[in-house]
Every structure is written in C-alpha cells, then in structure tokens.
C-alpha cells in the first residue's frame, strides 16, 4: 500500500512560479508511474504529467509542455512538479498517483489533493 501526501499548493498571481511535492511511504517506487492530475471546478480529472520511476521517463499534456517539469527524488522517494508561467486556467486541485506496472500491475493510489489558485 503506498500513501502519496502532496504539498505545495497556494495561491500566485499568473506568471508566478510554484513547485508541488508528493512524498511517498509504505513500500518502493520501482514498479509504479508516478503521475500529476489536476481537476478544476466543473471539470474532470485530467492528466499533466508523468514520470517513470526507474528510468525517469516523462510525459506531458500538451497544455503545459514547455512550462511544467516533473521530476523524482529517489532518495526521498518525492516527486515534483515546478510549474512556471502560471496561468489562471491552471486553477485545479493537483493529485498525485502512483500507477503500478509489471507485477504491481492493477494497482492505483491517488493522494488527496492540493489546491493551487493562480489570479489573474
């Protein structure tokens, strides 16, 4: 069972820079995707990026390429999103997930969520 605890949200004014944090417990990473989502108000849950535990292959939504950077901290077993140049369409709870591969196939854990509000 992994528990996924984010941190970093807030609220920036657009432009403004902000990184989120996931930091994970309760068993190894090796065999997960670790993975950003964000819902905004009304909205569903959408993708935003990912990375690979391993090998740190990333992924991202077209709508945040070039500005939002995941990356992992073995270590620390944390994931990060920096996320630059702010936008107000960027307003959403931002989610952690862990997504099992190979023999952790199957398996889904989400964190509960933080807030970021970016004003225009």
């Known amino acids: 069972q992994v528990q996924l605890v984010e941190s970093g949200g807030g609220l920036v004014q657009a432009g403004d820079p902000l990184r989120l944090s996931c930091a994970a417990s309760?068993?190894?990473?090796?065999?997960?995707?670790l993975g950003w989502y964000r819902q905004a108000p009304g909205k569903e849950r959408e993708f935003v990026a990912s990375i690979t535990w391993n090998r740190g292959m990333t992924v991202y939504a077209d709508s945040v390429k070039g500005r939002f950077t995941i990356s992992r901290d073995n270590a620390k077993n944390t994931v990060y999103l920096q996320m630059n140049s702010l936008k107000p369409e960027d307003t959403a709870i931002y989610y952690c997930n862990a997504q099992g591969v190979g023999i952790r196939i199957g398996q889904d854990f989400w964190g509960q969520g933080t807030q970021v509000t970016v004003s225009p």
């Open positions: 309760g068993g190894t990473l090796s065999n997960y995707i």
